[in-house]
């Protein structure tokens, strides 16, 4: 069964940049979440899909931050104007609708990094 | 609202001796808890999970861990320690109410001493 995959790995871009990134969850994984994880902390909930609706997205910065899930399968993940504290790990993670506990199967990450 | 603390940021242990990542958690209903595993530059790897079955969980890497609901701690063990356990390790905590909303600890960074 292939993983999560998250594209690309790495990225550096310039303050006030745009920048974007990708996921495709597991096959049949209704849910998708976008996590922000900064150096030395956990991953904090962006936003969460359940299909191609959003479920949560209280912790989301709508006012630079964006994300779509077209036809409920791959999502992306914009930041438009980015900003410095803005650089961090961003994971994707899926997860089956209720089944399996709430297990989240966890992407590579993109690591970005805003100069 | 839920809420686990992992006491310690950074544990070192010499190879082959106890590893104990400890993790202490809140919430008002039962929770379910999670120990994540990440190297760098790396996703997170699930290790184990407590939803309510056996309070003793057994996972990957010879890890395991005690649900205690009369302490809120949920640490995580393995008896001997071997070099390819250093990582960084994650508690998280959901509940059935929550919709799935996983609230993760700040980390413990595991080190090993040859």
């Known amino acids: 069964e292939a993983g999560v995959a998250q594209s690309p790995r790495y990225k550096i871009i310039e303050k006030r940049q745009s920048v974007a990134f990708w996921c495709n969850p597991i096959?049949?994984?209704?849910?998708l979440y976008w996590y922000q994880q900064i150096l030395g902390q956990g991953p904090k909930l962006l936003i969460q899909?359940?299909?191609?609706?959003?479920?949560?997205d209280s912790q989301l910065p709508k006012d630079r931050f964006s994300a779509e899930r077209l036809k409920g399968v791959d999502s992306t993940l914009k930041i438009q104007p980015a900003k410095l504290e803005d650089s961090a790990m961003y994971l994707c993670?899926?997860?089956?609708?209720?089944?399996?506990?709430?297990?989240?199967?966890f992407g590579p990450g993109t690591r970005l990094t805003v100069t | 609202a839920q809420s686990v603390t992992q006491l310690g940021s950074h544990v070192s242990v010499s190879e082959g001796a106890l590893v104990l990542l400890r993790c202490n958690y809140s919430?008002?209903?039962?929770?379910?808890l999670f120990w994540y595993v990440q190297y760098p530059n790396q996703g997170l790897q699930l290790l184990l999970k407590?939803?309510?079955?056996?309070?003793l969980v057994k996972g990957i890497n010879g890890f395991e861990a005690e649900f205690k609901k009369s302490e809120t701690s949920f640490h995580l063990t393995k008896p001997s320690a071997h070099m390819s356990d250093a990582a960084e390790y994650f508690c998280?905590?959901?509940?059935?109410?929550?919709?799935?909303?996983?609230?993760f600890g700040s980390g413990t960074r595991l080190s090993i001493r040859p």
């Open positions: 993670a899926s997860s089956l609708e209720r089944g399996e506990s709430y297990e989240q199967y």
């Open positions: 998280a905590v959901t509940t059935y109410s929550s919709a799935s909303k996983i609230i």
């Open positions: 919430s008002s209903v039962p929770p379910y």
């Open positions: 096959s049949g994984h209704a849910t």
């Open positions: 407590y939803t309510s079955a056996a309070t």
């Open positions: 899909f359940q299909n191609n609706g959003v479920v949560d």
